[in-house]
């Protein structure tokens, strides 16, 4: 099971099907269910019409899964890996016309109709693995003000903008492509690009991302890429690119068929032909103990082995609050090596809250506190919702607020002016304030000073605080020595303030999202099966890239669209049981195939010994598949 790393060309090749026949399958299953329950009501004066309708309904049941897919897939990787690939739905094909030789045409369509049963109840567990990116593509710009020689704005197609083109770009319009400002100051939502939920402040010289939201300035700016060449047309074009080179890890089921359908088809024409001579049966005889052994060597209970388990799986975990998008990516959590977070929105909570204030011992704090909520509540910034979520005034006051890019917040109250702004805004700042700045920066907050007629006389250190379970979880997977890692678009000092509150192993920050794929990449080459978690636009190619990728659940539609799991409710404990349950849940899957291989190694031995029939190794088959089917069921009820 730890063996599950990212399968490769040829080899996961043979294991993805190509299911997308539309309803005709399962048409056709319901078909020969029901001519094969027509025909057991027949009675044996109708056997001829009894075992052609049997016969039918074999055929109709196992069109797709026999058929297509056993026989075509054999022929297909027989090709692709020049030798002969065989899969058990040939072996299943093959007992069932075993069995209607030696005239049991009922236990041949039971056998068809279990086994196809199970194929497209894996498939529906399976569910929608897709990768869909179309909100990613709405989300790329598609018009930009270009200013004419005359000073004239025309709209203008993205793609027909060039190198040095001059663009005007409105409150509030999205950033149609990568360029610098040259005249203007604003402040601009980047989360599609860094995944930071403050806006940064942006003035002259600054440079700036296609896709990103402009807020309340007007600026202009010239274009420095083309539109195939910007940060968001790269993270579109990882998507695609890792969604193309994904391959879906072979379980375990499938890794251990081939092996053993060849050792079956080996075996049983040496046995036809050797019996007569060193056990001196008939040839009669040895062709029906051959046909006796291939239906006891069939592995219908290894067919369903897994598929009780995985719904039962998807379905605990779906009431438990994780959607799962394939039971293969449940299998792969269990075996994850090293798991990456994403900072912002997935261990922290996604918006900064006030952590440390300090104002001088002169000031009336009651009366600050008044002037600083007066301030704020003018200002839609989020940093002020989060002072005032702090901060409650006693005195409601109004003050005419200036919000000036660079500066900050300033008003008059009493003769007095007063201002909230970053602390390289202000001159001549005493030393006790910019070491109580250098603390708090040191661990990873921003902090901002309020001034008095430009004195300093008072600071606050606010901070995207991690989620109340992020500890927790992470001891979790360092317990168990799978490696940790924060990955950031953030600062350095910020990323490392948070990994050490957390005990993450490593943190890699002031990354931009492909260095988010890439970091991916280095992890599943240095550590294994490697695991992503994220909630933004600027994560989905390192979700897509990842053996597993886990989205919160009030993330993007982008991350959740791209993901193969999805924490609902933003709830990053719930990871924790994810892996709990899909380590349970590979547990449980070998715990059937040894029984179904003991009881397929039983039932061999005995048919070798001439002590069963066909009927009766029906029936124990049958009584296998029932006893591996209530196994995985217990899962439901796991936590």
């Known amino acids: 099971m730890g063996e599950i790393k990212e399968h490769h060309s040829q080899e996961s090749h043979s294991h993805e099907h190509n299911h997308d026949h539309g309803k005709m399958p399962i048409i056709l299953y319901f078909i020969g269910l029901g001519l094969a329950i027509i025909a057991l009501f027949l009675d044996n004066g109708n056997l001829l019409l009894k075992n052609i309708l049997f016969s039918i309904a074999t055929i109709a049941a196992g069109y797709h899964v026999i058929i297509l897919e056993g026989i075509g897939e054999t022929i297909e990787n027989t090709k692709i890996k020049r030798r002969f690939t065989p899969n058990s739905h040939i072996l299943m094909g093959l007992a069932a016309i075993g069995a209607s030789l030696m005239g049991n045409f009922w236990e041949g369509t039971l056998l068809i109709l279990i086994f196809s049963g199970a194929h497209f109840l894996e498939d529906y567990a399976e569910g929608r693995s897709k990768r869909e990116i179309t909100k990613l593509l709405e989300m790329n710009p598609t018009t930009a003000r270009r200013i004419m020689p005359d000073g004239n704005t025309q709209t203008v197609d993205v793609s027909e903008l060039k190198i040095g083109d001059h663009l005007q770009v409105l409150n509030g319009d999205q950033v149609p492509i990568d360029g610098i400002i040259l005249s203007g100051t604003t ?29 309340t ?12 060449d910007t940060v968001f047309s790269k993270i579109l074009q990882l998507v695609n690119q890792n969604q193309d080179n994904q391959t879906k890890a072979a379980s375990v089921i499938q890794k251990f068929e081939p092996k053993y359908v060849n050792l079956v088809l080996i075996v049983i024409p040496l046995v036809m032909l050797l019996a007569p001579f060193l056990l001196d049966w008939t040839w009669s005889q040895s062709i029906y103990r051959g046909l006796v052994l291939l239906v006891a060597a069939s592995p219908c209970a290894l067919a369903a082995s897994t598929v009780s388990v995985t719904l039962s799986t998807t379905s605990n975990l779906a009431k438990q609050g994780v959607l799962s998008k394939g039971s293969t990516y449940l299998s792969q959590l269990a075996d994850i090596d090293a798991i990456a977070f994403d900072k912002t929105g997935t261990l922290t909570n996604g918006k900064p809250e006030v952590t ?19 301030l704020e509540k003018e200002s839609n910034h989020p940093l002020a919702n989060a002072i005032l979520e702090k901060f409650e005034a006693k005195n409601k006051i109004d003050i005419e607020v200036t919000n000036q890019i660079g500066k900050g ?17 202000f ?31 008072g600071l606050i250190a606010l901070m995207d605080v991690p989620r109340e379970q992020a500890k927790a979880t992470i001891d979790y997977f360092k317990k168990l020595g799978i490696h940790t890692t924060l990955i950031t678009g953030d600062s350095e000092m910020t990323g490392k303030a948070v990994a050490e509150q957390l005990g993450l192993d490593e943190v890699v920050a002031n990354v931009m999202p492909e260095d988010k794929s890439n970091i991916i990449n280095q992890q599943k080459q240095k550590y294994g099966v490697t695991a992503m978690v994220g ?18 659940g009030d993330g993007t539609d982008v991350a959740v669209d791209v993901s193969d799991l999805v924490l609902m409710q933003n709830d990053i404990s719930k990871l924790v049981k994810s892996h709990k349950i899909s380590s349970k849940m590979n547990r449980v899957i070998w715990q059937n195939i040894i029984f179904s291989m003991a ?14 029939d066909i009927a009766i190794s029906v029936i124990i088959h049958e009584g296998s598949t029932l006893v591996v089917i209530l196994n995985g069921l217990r899962l439901l009820t796991t936590n």
Do not use: H, Q
């Not at 601009?188 to 807020?215: A, L, M, R, Y």
């Not at 909630?535 to 919160?552: E, K, Q, S, W, Y």
């Not at 190694?601 to 048919?607: H, I, K, N, T």
């Open 356 to 374: 440390n204030y300090y104002f001088a011992d002169s000031v009336n704090e009651e009366n600050i506190i008044d002037i600083i909520v007066a």
């Open 535 to 552: 909630d933004g636009v600027n994560d989905a190619p390192a979700l897509v890239n990842a053996n597993v990728g886990i989205a919160m």
């Open 599 to 612: 009881v397929v190694a039983f039932l061999v031995v005995v048919s070798s010994l001439g002590l069963t």
């Open 217 to 228: 300035g007007t600026f202009t700016m010239e274009v420095t890429k083309e539109s195939k």
């Open 427 to 457: 001159d001549d700042v005493s030393d006790e304030y910019i070491d109580l700045n250098n603390e708090w920066a040191s661990e990873g907050k921003t902090v901002v000073y309020v001034a008095e007629d430009e004195e300093v006389i």
């Open 409 to 425: 917040l300033t008003g008059d109250f009493n003769g007095k002016n007063y201002r909230i702004g970053k602390p390289t805004s």
């Open 187 to 215: 402040s601009i939502d980047e989360s599609s690009i860094n995944g930071e939920s403050i806006p940064k402040e942006k003035s002259k010289g600054d440079g700036v991302f296609g896709s990103t939201i402009n807020g």
